[in-house]
């Protein structure tokens, strides 16, 4: 795929997509400056192959991988994001703005789905990804996907009642 | 009741990357190629090479001043040799002493099957022998007694007939 994208083109795609590829980072680093870290090395590596700015299932499968990368670049680096994550899969939420009492409720409902089911949840509603996309991004099939994405609005329905 | 929750779920904003992270970004896309390498990484990431360097030039240093040569000098090769010596050497040096008998023990013996030597007429059958000679001499002025014990490895061919 060739890419004609400007710096500037690079710039607005990156400003409106950091948000949520941060957000998207933190499902496996919950450090924040290690969620930076990922999104730039994966941003970063994307541009450098000069693919399509508009192939955003392989931008969230290389964020993936350099969290991924990240977390098996040593043996007690992942031990202990394997400790933290286990630790605070219960207690730290990610990161949103301004929440009221009821947001609060529903982010730790998200905080609380199976990892597979929050990731597509992550990628479908913040990201706005297809489940085509998902399915690219995350190497599964798009029914797989979109399994995933009702299995976890199904769960969060259980804990969460809109007020 | 799917829709409600998604609209809940997309009124939560994630946070803004931090200003770092989009400093971070922008330099590199400013950069534009023109480096080698386009990845920036955190302070806490970056190789010391000045420190680097100025090891390898103490280590280099050090082994200029102190002259080590690895190669073996004719001492250590003399020293090699007069550690081990030879039977003649030993019988040299013990006049008196007269060989009194011969022991081997067979302790596995291992048919290897048929093997065409060359130049044979026909095939043999191999039969690796491991033994444990131990020869013993005594000196006849003194009654002293030395033995030497030693494993061996005979191999021998057994010409078979065809039938």
């Known amino acids: 795929m060739e890419n004609v994208a400007t710096h500037e083109d690079w710039k607005v795609c990156f400003s409106e997509l950091a948000p949520g590829l941060v957000l998207f980072a933190r499902q496996w680093v919950r450090s924040p400056a290690d969620a930076d870290d990922v999104v730039q090395e994966a941003f970063v590596r994307f541009w450098r192959r000069n693919l399509s700015i508009k192939n955003r299932a392989l931008l969230y499968a290389a964020v993936r991988s350099a969290a991924l990368d990240l977390i098996r670049r040593d043996n007690r680096r992942a031990r202990r994001e394997v400790e933290v994550f286990g630790e605070a899969e219960r207690t730290v939420q990610p990161q949103f703005e301004q929440l009221d009492d009821s947001q609060r409720a529903l982010v730790a409902a998200l905080d609380r789905l199976p990892r597979d089911q929050r990731e597509v949840l992550v990628m479908k509603i913040w990201n706005e990804l297809t489940f085509a996309e998902i399915a690219e991004a995350l190497g599964i099939s798009q029914n797989t996907a979109a399994s995933r994405y009702r299995y976890g609005l199904a769960a969060l329905k259980k804990t969460f009642q809109p007020q | 009741m799917n829709e409600e929750l998604e609209s809940e779920l997309k009124k939560l904003r994630p946070v803004q990357p931090s200003p770092a992270l989009v400093s971070r970004i922008e330099r590199v896309l400013a950069d534009g190629g023109t480096s080698g390498s386009k990845v920036i990484w955190p302070e806490r990431f970056r190789v010391n090479w000045l420190g680097l360097g100025l090891g390898l030039a103490a280590a280099a240093t050090f082994l200029i001043l102190a002259r080590i040569d690895f190669r073996p000098t004719e001492k250590t090769k003399q020293t090699n ?81 065809g039938q």
């Not at chain 2, 002493?97 to 290897?112: C, M, S």
């Not at chain 2, 065409?116 to 131990?134: H, I």
């Not at chain 2, 033995?147 to 007939?161: G, N, Q, R």
Request: charged share 20%.
């Open chain 2, 81 to 161: 040799v007069s550690a081990t010596p030879s039977l003649q050497q030993r019988a040299a040096a013990l006049p008196n002493y007269q060989a009194t008998g011969l022991t081997q023990v067979v302790y596995r013996q291992h048919d290897e099957g048929l093997v065409f030597p060359p130049g044979a007429e026909g095939p043999s059958r191999r039969v690796r022998t491991a033994k444990r000679e131990t020869l013993r001499w005594r000196d006849q002025q003194s009654g002293a007694q030395l033995a030497v014990s030693y494993p061996t490895e005979e191999v021998t061919l057994i010409p078979v007939s």
